[in-house]
């Protein structure tokens, strides 16, 4: 998982630069915030994925993960492509990083100290 953060993190790092050098004037003014959005929530959560990784949090990890595919990646196509309907998607991205906070709070609480 830690791994898994960590390449997550220069991913999104990447696709900060791109959205700001190389898309910028490209895509609708509209979607550049989009794309924004996406690689923010990316990096957000990729260096709490390397957290997770480090105390063993899997499920979190899992989670963490699956959110970063779903709602980050959703972001990206729907900023590339104009495709609207994909903005349906990213909620459950939403729903799985929820959830991995909560799997993270759990695993937190449950840690002796």
Known sequence: ?????????FLGVAAGAFGAHALQ??????LLPVWETAARYQL?????LVFAGWIGARLAGRLFTAGIVI???????????????LGAIT??????LLAGWL??????ARTPR
């Open 71 to 85: 709602f980050s990646g959703s972001l990206y196509l729907l900023a590339l492509t104009g495709t609207r309907w």
């Open 103 to 108: 799997a993270l709070a759990w695993k937190l």
């Open 91 to 96: 909620p459950l991205g939403g729903l799985c």
């Open 44 to 48: 957000m959560h990729a260096i709490v």
């Open 1 to 9: 998982m830690s791994v898994a953060g960590a390449g997550l993190g």
């Open 25 to 30: 004037g490209r895509l609708a003014p509209d």
